[in-house]
């Protein structure tokens, strides 16, 4: 009796711990947060550093989030968290003013691994979002040595997602609204995940991590306004 007793708290051990680490949030994750050579993300002129670098045998991974269009790269606070604008931009339906980029390379080539990867992403606006309910883009290549893209989660193939191959999370992506979002590219052997690279945007954050209230915002306006008038008089006399 005593012995399955012990086994049944084993059991209930192991699936809680299976639970927890299923429902952990993505956190930044990288071997280096640094430029990343080689990579384009399949455009010309696209940053690349920073870029959450993972590297294990012959395999790289880059994750990053790029200013979409012309403009002053994003923000980030150097361990992983990229920090962009609110706000919208033309299409149909209108993109985020950011996008995310991924780079997958495999020096031996993906016929010589076997490895399969999936990207996570996310549309919730909270903080520390389940991975467990983000979307899943699975990627199984069998030839060549790289992979690499920019998207913007505004793009309708993200929200409508592809039979076997891309699943939504729930919801939709507004791009005018304040939120975290965040990204996994995660290697797998079988089912087992044997490395990744992850990243988080926070969208309309201010750089300790949370969003102005419309309070604070009004009196950070009446501030400014209160200095332009205390430089106006000083000037008159």
Known sequence: MKRI??????VALLSTLSAVALAAPVTPTYTTFANLPGATYGGSGIPTDPTAITTFGTVTLGLTATQRGSGPNLGNNGAGTFYAQVGSQAGTPPRATWNFDYYINDTAGFA???LTF????????????DQSSLGVWNFAPTSGNTIQDSQNLAF???TTGVPGL???PVGAF????????SFALIAFRGNTEIARS???VDVGFVNDGTVPEPASLALLGLGAAGLVLSRRRKQAK
Do not use: E, M, R
Not at 5 to 10: D, H, N, T
């Open 174 to 181: 507004n791009p005018n609204a304040n939120g975290q979002y």
């Open 118 to 129: 999936k990207l996570l992403y996310d549309f919730n606006t909270g903080i520390n979002t």
């Open 198 to 200: 992850a990243i988080n």
């Open 156 to 158: 309708a193939f993200l």
């Open 166 to 168: 891309i699943t939504p």
């Open 5 to 10: 007793c012990k086994s049944l708290i084993a």
């Open 112 to 114: 010589n691994d076997g």
